[in-house]
C-alpha cells in the first residue's frame, strides 16, 4: 500500500521569507501523481500545486514550487515570500497510475505552517 | 457563485441516532466525495459517487451510508453503528474520478456526539 509521509507536524516561518514543507511517500510505481493542498483556517481544502511523475520540470504556481526528487520518493513545497494568508495546514497526497480519487489517493496527515509577522 | 455547500457546520449527537449530513453542489460534477478528518490525520475516504443512483465504499465506510437521487446532492448518514464518529467531514466534488482532473472540497461539517 501506498504511504505519504510528513515528518514535520508544524512549522513557522516570518513574513516574507522563505519555508520548505517536507514529504516522502513509498511506492513501487514507476508513474504517479503528488499534490499539494492548503487548509487554512475556514477549514476548505485547496489545491496548491499537482506533479505527474513522468515531468521532470518541477511544477511551479506563483510563490509556490516543489523540489521533486523521484529516486528518492521526496516532493517538498517551497513557499516563497510567506505572507499571513499562507498559514494553513498543508497536505501532501499520492494517486497512483490507474487510480483516482475514489481509490488509491492517500493523503499524509499534514504540516501545521505559521507565518508569524 | 459555483461551489460546495456543506450543512450544518456543527451537529452535536446523542450516542445512538443517526444524523444526516448534507452535501450540495452546482458545478455541474458527476463525481462526489465523503471525507473524514481526524487530528494529526490526513483524509480518509467514506464513500463516492461517480454517477447519480452510484455509489461505491471507501476506506472507512462502516458505519456509514450515502444516496445519489440528484446529481447536486450527496448526504451522509452517520448511523448509530459508527463506534467513534466525532470528526470534521469533508465533501468534495469533481468532473470526473481521473487525476487529471481538480477535485474541489466544500467547507466541512463539525460532527460531535455528546
Known amino acids: 500500500a501506498q504511504t505519504v509521509t510528513q515528518s514535520q507536524p508544524e512549522m513557522s516561518v516570518q513574513e516574507a521569507e522563505t519555508v520548505t514543507l517536507s514529504c516522502t511517500y513509498d511506492?513501487?510505481?514507476?508513474?504517479?501523481?503528488l499534490f499539494w493542498y492548503k487548509q487554512p483556517p475556514s477549514r476548505q481544502m485547496i489545491l496548491v500545486i499537482r506533479?505527474?511523475?513522468?515531468?521532470?520540470q518541477n511544477a511551479t504556481e506563483n510563490r509556490f514550487s516543489v523540489n521533486f526528487q523521484k529516486a528518492a520518493k521526496s516532493f517538498s513545497l517551497k513557499i516563497s515570500d510567506s505572507q499571513l494568508g499562507d498559514t494553513a495546514m498543508y497536505f501532501c497526497?499520492?494517486?497512483?497510475?490507474?487510480?483516482?480519487?475514489?481509490?488509491?489517493?492517500?493523503f499524509g496527515p499534514g504540516t501545521r505552517l505559521s507565518v508569524l509577522p | 457563485d459555483g461551489g460546495i455547500t456543506q450543512s450544518p457546520k456543527y451537529l452535536f449527537r446523542k450516542e445512538g441516532q443517526n444524523v444526516t449530513l448534507s452535501c450540495e453542489q452546482n458545478l455541474n460534477h458527476d463525481a462526489m466525495y465523503w471525507y473524514r478528518q481526524d487530528p494529526g490525520q490526513g483524509l480518509r475516504l467514506i464513500y463516492y459517487s461517480q454517477i447519480v443512483n452510484d455509489f461505491q465504499k471507501g476506506d472507512i465506510a462502516e458505519g456509514y451510508s450515502v444516496s445519489r437521487e440528484k446529481k447536486e446532492s450527496f448526504p451522509l448518514t452517520v448511523t448509530s453503528a459508527q463506534k467513534n464518529p466525532t470528526a470534521f467531514y469533508l465533501c468534495a466534488s469533481s468532473v470526473g474520478l481521473g487525476a487529471g482532473n481538480t477535485i474541489y472540497f466544500g467547507e466541512g461539517s463539525w460532527l460531535t456526539v455528546v
Open positions: 511506492t513501487s510505481e514507476s508513474n504517479y501523481y
Open positions: 497526497a499520492f494517486m497512483k497510475p490507474g487510480g483516482n480519487y475514489g481509490q488509491n489517493f492517500v
Open positions: 506533479q505527474e511523475a513522468y515531468k521532470q
